[in-house]
């Protein structure tokens, strides 16, 4: 499984050696092209990378609530040519989500280069309601985002990983073929207890570090899962898009490279318990 953590703008030449590929906002990069001069790094970041480092182009409903406006994603996508992108959604809405699939694929998906992969975020509120809604889109997209916090999950942080593990293993049963693309996660101790195959492919998440900026240092013990809850589970109530300028202090920075390390090794199956 392919791995990308978003960071601060201060890493961004950093992450190319953590991470797997690249995960950029279109809303942040729309807002560059507006005007917003505190996104330049950012902007050029992603538009001058290397032809051999994949990049995913998220639509930014997670950080909007709903994807940024068609029209300008479109021209975006086709500016940057990633290696994968997601198709509009609509955050806890299958109804709206499907109308927007349809209405891109009507009006601006044959702009975009057939290489490109397409993806979209399955919206529900049940297991069955998220196989539907592949059903309905798996004609024209390769790979499908799954959420780590539906609206019909617990909120308990560790029933929930589990029941994310059951979403899985439901859209695996129903066919086996299918890509998957974990859209962030609620701890790295779901990858120690569940470990996925290879039809899931990639995962993008902050949290390893903005559990660092805001203080928290993951136990390098897997022994310690049952006993350090407070920081396996932490989740910040920040998003990393909210802090793209903030500068790291020599604690917090060293608190990244552990959680990084910490998070990888979880999910690269180097951790037990």
Request: glycine share 4%.
């Amino acid at each position: 499984m392919k791995i990308s953590h978003e960071v601060p703008i201060q890493f961004l030449d950093k992450s190319t050696h953590f991470n797997d590929y690249d995960y950029c906002l279109a809303h942040l990069m729309l807002r560059h092209q507006q005007g917003w001069s505190n996104l330049e790094a950012y902007y050029n970041f992603y538009m001058s990378r290397p032809n051999d480092r994949k990049i995913y182009l998220d639509n930014s409903a997670f950080e909007l609530g709903r994807s940024v406006p068609a029209a300008p994603y479109c021209e975006l996508i086709q500016k940057m040519d990633p290696y994968l992108f997601f198709i509009p959604d609509v955050v806890d809405s299958y109804r709206c989500t499907i109308d927007l699939a349809n209405k891109w694929m009507d009006k601006h998906d044959h702009k975009i280069d057939k290489k490109v992969l397409r993806c979209q975020a399955l919206q529900g509120k049940s297991i069955e309601q998220l196989i539907d809604h592949y059903e309905r889109i798996r004609s024209f997209v390769s790979v499908v985002g799954v959420g780590y916090n539906y609206a019909f999950f617990s909120k308990d942080p560790t029933k929930r990983i589990q029941q994310r593990g059951e979403v899985v293993d439901a859209l695996l049963a129903h066919n086996p073929q299918m890509w998957i693309h974990l859209l962030g996660c609620q701890s790295y101790a779901e990858f120690v207890y569940k470990r996925y195959p290879g039809n899931v492919i990639s995962v993008d998440t902050s949290l390893p570090i903005m559990a660092a900026i805001d203080g928290v240092n993951y136990p390098d013990d897997g022994h310690m899962l049952c006993q350090a809850q407070h920081l396996v589970y932490y989740k910040s109530p920040h998003k990393l898009a909210e802090n793209l300028d903030l500068v790291l202090n020599e604690r917090q920075e060293l608190s990244l490279y552990n959680n990084v390390m910490i998070f990888r090794n979880a999910v690269k199956g180097n951790i037990n318990v």
